[in-house]
């Protein structure tokens, strides 16, 4: 029997076929919501019209009939800007000189002293059309022709080397498709004579141990650091021709928030800041046996518009590097702590060491318009979760990384002073030099006497941590503490029935099993559960729990709106406000013995973060947590477990030629004016790949120009 949907007319074998299509289809979804606003409206107008009435602006008061005044608050974020925090004029306001006026009554400030070009220049692809050019070759050169870039294309995506010889040596392979390569390793070199990016190098740092051998010796510990120079990615980024209608180069305030032009002001005039955009987080990459990890860290740059940062498979987030991460058994285990605080402060400093006469001097880069700047890469933003943001702050985790709070004074809605970097690093010299300050155990610090941050130019370590949605409020304070509340008020047989029972609706997720049995959560499940966790508490906890419930998923649902104005900022404060005005029902009830909470606490610095780096979906840690997929698991899959980091960086090495291959190619059929109908085909590149490599060859020490400078 056959399903119909009645707004398209297209068939499903399923009921449930047709709900997904109905949540999935704009059309389809908004004529079901105006299906069941006239439904209402005809059941009970007049108590929607007095409801209505006397709520203010929530993104969970949110009516359908208002969706279209809600949409006019929190529009979607031009794809040509980096959107972060705008601010609405009221009506009759005068808007000052100088300040544009954008659609929808937005205005902002444009900063013209800065993102002066200084000449014309050519961009990477262009210089190489040219080589290609000059050598009389054509854009298919090392392969003789589309389809044999095509298939080379598809082996270095799908199939390991192994395989990839099997499938070259086929007799069917070998006779009618009589490819210029014959076996992996002739089709290898093809792939390397591939211009790629940024080149790998390795640094061996030897660790010297607490601890002695039988002789009395001092044990010792050989890692490596596997890098690229931050500086030639960021060329590469900014120097993108694909991402030119993506790129902004100078700042404008309320589209790219107060740090931007804050920093404008520190640079010479004309100069160009490119904002830096850091990001670490240790991966597991065994399963089910080992104990492997890779410690990448991704960087990106804030002239990217946050839309194509998002997307991973247009590669505007890159590696630069994987940080030791070893287990320092040479140390005894209470000193092993403080030795990988300061093993990964050391090799940060390495890797961004080209940053530091970078952020002073500039650097002249040929950006995505072809017109040369002098570019200032400023470390911005770090994403990183709260073990890791305390591990870059020298501060134990029970202190708050970004502020002096007191460690038991954490739960409490307190205004306490920021963490400045200059007092730190006197604090932490006084302690090298045998001094014992007061501040240093006030504050909670480590004995880290040379932190990565400290010769970084115009930069606040403690001020860049941005809100992390995934690890502080979608697992944390909602999945790891709400939902516990009210599991322990109301019991997990009755939450349970309370999901079962939940009616279907196109959009909302029904937990058909309830949701105790259920041990690993994602962020997306997290999310489901929000939408309808208010409604199900309604009748099964005190008021006053509600009122908490409330608080906090409105807190979170402010803290992810893309468009923020000042309306919606003043709805966060408010939100934590009432939180901590109802929380004491949770004591009460026996429920918490106090509310000293790091993650609870971290909130409370939303406001200030999103000011001046804008809205949060622009720094959330669930991009690297998804970047870990391509560069790190699969990539240690398509090793042979044995001395893989060279071999990693090897095959991403290779990804890397293939998919600017294929960037290159993109960028050509956009130039041209009559594209031949056999070249339409999208050429955009994944790196999914689940592959085995045979073993390891020599990473080249330098890269592999796409044309040499004259």
């Not at 002789?215 to 990615?233: A, Q, S, T, Y």
């Not at 690890?471 to 047989?493: A, P, T």
Request: charged share 25%.
């Amino acid at each position: 029997m056959s399903h119909c949907c009645t707004f398209c007319g297209k068939e499903f074998p399923t009921r449930g076929g047709i709900k997904r299509h109905i949540a999935n289809r704009p059309k389809c979804r908004r004529a079901w919501e105006l299906t069941i606003e006239e439904k209402d409206l005809e059941d009970n107008a007049p108590s929607m019209e007095n409801h209505d009435a006397g709520n203010s602006f929530s993104p969970l008061r949110r009516s359908r009939s208002n969706s279209f005044q809600a949409d006019e608050l929190n529009p979607p974020a031009p794809k040509s800007r980096c959107v972060t925090v705008e601010d609405v004029a009221d009506e009759g306001e005068v808007v000052d000189e100088g300040e544009v006026v954008g659609g929808g009554g937005r205005y902002f400030k444009q900063c013209s002293d800065g993102g002066w070009a200084l000449r014309e220049g050519e961009t990477e692809f262009e210089r190489y059309r040219k080589y290609k050019e000059g050598m009389g070759e054509d854009e298919w050169a090392p392969f003789c022709d589309e389809e044999e870039w095509g298939l080379g294309e598809w082996l270095v995506k799908s199939l390991g080397q192994t395989r990839t010889d099997e499938f070259l040596k086929l007799p069917i392979t070998r006779n009618r498709m009589q490819a210029s390569f014959h076996n992996n390793r002739s089709f290898l070199k093809k792939i390397d004579e591939l211009p790629h990016g940024a080149a790998w190098s390795c640094k061996k740092i030897s660790v010297q141990g607490n601890r002695t051998d039988e002789k009395g010796e001092p044990l010792h510990e050989d890692v490596e650091l596997w890098m690229r120079n931050p500086i030639e990615c960021i060329k590469d980024l900014i120097g993108n021709p694909l991402f030119k209608d993506q790129m902004v180069y100078t700042p404008a305030r309320a589209w790219t928030a107060d740090w931007w032009c804050d920093m404008q002001k520190k640079v010479p005039e004309g100069a160009t800041i490119a904002p830096i955009i850091l990001a670490t987080d240790k991966t597991s990459l065994s399963q089910f046996r080992g104990d492997k990890t890779a410690y990448p860290v991704y960087l990106s740059i804030g002239n990217i518009a946050k839309e194509k940062q998002r997307q991973t498979s247009a590669r505007a987030t890159v590696l630069i590097g994987y940080l030791p991460s070893g287990k320092l058994d040479c140390f005894t285990p209470d000193e092993r702590s403080l030795a990988n605080y300061r093993l990964f402060h050391h090799c940060m400093s390495l890797l961004l060491q080209p940053l530091v006469a970078a952020g002073e001097d500039g650097v002249e880069m040929v950006c995505a318009d072809s017109l040369i700047r002098r570019v200032y890469p400023i470390l911005a933003a770090y994403v990183a979760d709260f073990p890791e943001q305390c591990l870059v702050a020298c501060c134990k985790e029970n202190r708050c990384p970004k502020c002096v709070v007191a460690a038991d004074e954490r739960g409490d809605p307190l205004d306490a002073p920021m963490r400045d970097p200059a007092v730190i690093k006197r604090i932490l010299d006084k302690r090298k030099t045998g001094h014992h300050p007061a501040e240093f155990e006030e504050f909670g610090l480590r004995t880290v006497y040379a932190p990565f941050w400290a010769n970084l130019p115009h930069s606040n370590i403690f001020l860049v941590f941005t809100p992390d949605l995934l690890h502080q409020l979608h697992k944390g304070i909602f999945k790891d503490h709400l939902v516990k509340w009210c599991l322990d008020i109301v019991g997990e047989e009755e939450m349970d029935a309370r999901f079962k029972v939940m009616p279907d609706y196109a959009g909302l997720r029904h937990f058909k099993k309830g949701i105790s049995m259920v041990k690993q959560w994602t962020g997306t499940e997290h999310k489901e559960m929000q939408r309808v966790f208010v409604g199900l508490l309604a009748g099964a906890v005190p008021s006053q729990v509600l009122v908490v419930a409330r608080a906090i998923l409105d807190f979170s649902y402010y803290a992810q709106l893309r468009v923020h104005s000042t309306e919606s900022l003043n709805g966060l404060e408010n939100s934590l406000a009432i939180f901590h005005a109802n929380k004491d029902v949770l004591q009460q009830l026996d429920i918490r013995e106090h509310f000293n909470i790091p993650k609870l606490h971290q909130l409370s610095h939303y406001v200030k973060s999103i000011l001046l780096f804008g809205a949060t979906d622009g720094f959330n840690s669930e991009l690297p947590e998804r970047l870990h997929i391509d560069f790190a698991k699969e990539v240690y899959r398509a090793s042979n477990k044995r001395d893989y980091e060279e071999q990693m960086a090897l095959w991403l090495q290779r990804q890397e030629a293939v998919f600017l291959r294929g960037s290159y190619l993109n960028w050509l059929l956009e130039q041209s004016q009559s594209a031949p109908t056999n070249f339409t085909r999208d050429r955009g590149y994944d790196s999914d790949s689940d592959s085995e490599m045979e073993g390891p060859d020599a990473v080249p020490v330098n890269t592999l120009p796409i044309l040499p400078e004259q």
